[in-house]
């Protein structure tokens, strides 16, 4: 598997980020647009990427990866669609974190959910298989760690 890793990214990318891992796997299906807009999303729950943090032009991240900026684009323009980034023309783009979810993210946020779910419950796992690995996972995540032990 070939990956290209931000070891070549330049040091002004994600400069608020520490220890960013952004990586793109050349041999995956996932198309490099998905998998960036991906890498972003992790990197946000997993509190590498905080509100206003800036992104890498396009062109740059493109340049970095040896990938067409047209890819960056789509993967920023996703991005921004969804609300997890703000886009302006002449500062860049930025890393937007909102603290609450409108119905309509909720409701395709439900059904992708359900699909997933209905993937492994098709591959044979029992369900406490299917909570305990969606469990395992969340509590990767940072935030929702310390809004447990808010809640404690």
Same mark, same amino acid.
């Given at each position: 598997?070939?990956?290209?890793?931000?070891? +070549?990214?330049?040091?002004?990318?994600?400069?608020?980020?520490? +220890?960013?891992?952004?990586?793109?796997?050349?041999?995956?299906?996932?198309?490099?647009?998905?998998?960036?807009?991906?890498?972003?999303?992790?990197?946000?729950?997993?509190?590498?990427?905080?509100?206003?943090?800036?992104?890498?032009?396009?062109?740059?991240?493109?340049?970095?990866?040896?990938? +067409?900026?047209?890819?960056?684009?789509?993967?920023?323009?996703?991005?921004?669609?969804?609300?997890?980034?703000?886009?302006?023309?002449?500062?860049?783009?930025?890393?937007?974190?909102?603290?609450?979810?409108?119905?309509?993210?909720?409701?395709?946020?439900?059904?992708?959910?359900?699909?997933?779910?209905?993937?492994?419950?098709?591959?044979?796992?029992?369900?406490?298989?299917?909570?305990? +690995?969606?469990?395992?996972?969340?509590?990767?995540?940072?935030?929702?760690?310390?809004?447990?032990?808010?809640?404690?």
């Amino acid at each position: 598997m070939e990956r290209l890793s931000s070891d +070549n990214i330049s040091e002004e990318s994600f400069t608020k980020a520490e +220890n960013s891992y952004f990586f793109l796997d050349l041999d995956s299906e996932t198309p490099l647009y998905q998998q960036i807009r991906d890498q972003v999303i992790l990197a946000m729950a997993e509190g590498r990427l905080n509100d206003g943090v800036s992104l890498p032009t396009t062109r740059q991240l493109a340049l970095d990866f040896k990938i +067409n900026f047209h890819t960056v684009n789509k993967a920023y323009d996703l991005l921004r669609q969804e609300g997890f980034v703000s886009l302006t023309r002449k500062q860049g783009t930025f890393i937007r974190r909102s603290l609450t979810a409108d119905s309509a993210w909720q409701q395709d946020w439900q059904n992708r959910l359900r699909i997933l779910m209905a993937e492994a419950v098709a591959k044979g796992q029992a369900a406490p298989d299917i909570l305990e +690995n969606c469990s395992s996972v969340l509590k990767t995540f940072p935030i929702v760690s310390s809004d447990r032990q808010n809640k404690a």
